[in-house]
């Protein structure tokens, strides 16, 4: 089958994802899988003297095997394309091929791949994930300390730190790898069932009384759990499930990426992505430097949180033992739900590792904003002292309008000092104690604290 740009292509093919995970989710891959569950299906019936020695050697021999294009030729006369995977294998193991497949049906090989392949992706999901909360903890110890003005409705609120900015995104994503590794501890494969779930066919090969046994020894055999109770399929909310905690990663990476093209506007300019030395950022706009990682990263998340909907109707129209109406779309939906994960992960990674932080513009937005956040601390402050709580809430906001129309105006924040200015105030609150109360470095609270905690606690979970 010759894969050529002549012909459509999936992004996902050659411009995003992993190596690894494409070879993964790679037709190649998905039909060695095939063959490694027949032969494993051969190997324990083979302790039933169903397939000899010889014929499992000559099995084993030509596995790896997978001719493709010879597949691709029987499938179009037959119309299956497991069953032209199988005919071809038994082609090339003319001893051997008359003993595949015994009491199997298609979904006993498919979906113990399909399982097996989850599972796979999973691991891979979650140690790209490990880089990316390893990064982070970095990240977060470095500017821990580190104040920032912190925005409520998209407007100037109060002081936090970068580091506890950075906290906030780290713990959804140590939630998120909490949920995928549940998903992968409990990924099951269908087992071997046959055609409706009852095993009748594995019964009448090697007598009902060892079927139990026949299953628990291909479960140890592909190292795959499998469930105990099955129909034609594996239960279809198994692929609900985990591209739900996949749609939830895709969330988490959504909100960082998108306060970061936030931030990274010059309004703002605190924050940037890497920017290569010869990196174009418009065809027409030569000084622009456009956020396009995490605009990709907003754009392939919002693809994704619509793929658990797909699963969803797979698993709740998958009528009585089985319908096929899931087959085509999970042909994609599989593959392209954990290559778009595994993009947004390199993707945030690179973004997380390169982060450029400008302490110069965060300076100038706290020395611009952060003035407003002391009327809290010295309306406190005057109210401790003997002040009317609401005369001087009063006299704080009309103070803080003004310090306001002049900053729109394009000058200097000058509240601190109208309120040292203000008599009916620095009799309550002197002035030295207002400037103090102004200094940013004293009103981050705890951030700095649960900024540092939350990333020991990344480590300690990431190395248990």
Known sequence: MPVDFDSYLSPFSWRYASPAMRALWSERGKRLLWRRIWLALAKVQSGYGLVSAEQLA????????????????????????LMAELKTFAEQAPLGGGALHLGATSMDIED???????????ELTLARLKDLLWALAGKIDDYAGLPVMAFTHLQPAEPSTLGYRLACYAQDLLEDYAALKAAHENTRGKGFKGAVGTAAAY??????????????????????PFYPVAAQTYPRRQDYIILSALAGLGASLYRLAFDLRVLQSPPVGELSEPFGSK????????????????????????ALAVMPQVA?????????????????NRRTLLPEAFLTADELLGTALKITRGLVVREEAIARNLAVYAPFAATER???????????????????????????AAVQAGRPNDLIARLQGDTAITQHVPAAQIAALAGVNGYVGTAPQRARELAETIRQTLAG
Request: no cysteine; glycine share 4%.
């Open 378 to 404: 010295v309306l406190m402050a005057a109210a401790r002292a003997g002040a009317d709580r609401q005369a001087m809430h009063e006299r704080l906001r009309e103070h803080a309008l003004a310090a306001w």
């Open 58 to 81: 000559d099995l084993a021999a030509h596995a790896a095997e997978v001719n493709i294009p010879r597949a691709l030729e029987i499938e179009a006369e037959i119309h299956h394309d």
């Open 279 to 302: 990196q174009v950022g418009s065809s027409a706009m030569p000084f622009k430097r456009n956020p396009i990682n995490a605009e990709k990263i907003n754009s392939l998340a919002r």
């Open 203 to 224: 019964g009448d090969l090697l007598g009902l009384e060892n079927v139990p046994e026949f299953e628990r020894r291909l479960s140890t055999e592909l190292d795959l």
């Open 312 to 328: 969803w109707g797979n698993a709740a129209h998958s009528l009585l033992e089985r319908t096929l109406d899931d087959s085509a």
């Open 112 to 122: 113990n791949a399909d399982a097996l392949r989850l599972r796979a992706a999973l």
